[in-house]
């Protein structure tokens, strides 16, 4: 089941800083920009976010997009439709 729209955002964040501590951390609410999408049609969200973790030390970018999406686990059934992602470490940001 997902969550209210508005309560979407903090809930990445929560599940993001859990699993990953990141050093910066910035998620924001795109699904304005797609209203009337077909991807927007069942109610999920879209999102980016940007992560700067040492969890990504070593990791290629796929692996990095993995880790985020691993993260978010079930939101992305539920909650989130598309997600862009920008992951670095402390040293690249």
């Known amino acids: 089941m997902s969550?209210?729209?508005e309560q979407r955002p903090d809930?990445?964040?929560?599940?993001?800083?859990?699993a990953l501590a990141p050093v910066a951390l910035e998620v924001v609410?795109?699904?304005h920009k797609h209203?009337?999408?077909a991807g927007a049609r069942d109610?999920?969200?879209h999102f980016a976010v940007t992560v700067v973790s040492e969890a990504f030390a070593g990791l290629a970018p796929l692996a990095r997009h993995r880790r985020v999406y691993a993260a978010l686990g079930g939101l992305m059934?539920?909650?989130i439709h598309a997600l862009s992602i920008q992951a670095r470490t402390p040293s690249e940001a």
């Open 35 to 37: 209203a009337g999408h």
């Open 11 to 18: 809930a990445i964040r929560a599940a993001l800083e859990a």
């Open 43 to 45: 109610g999920r969200g």
């Open 77 to 79: 059934e539920t909650d």
């Open 29 to 31: 609410d795109e699904s």
């Open 3 to 5: 969550l209210p729209r």
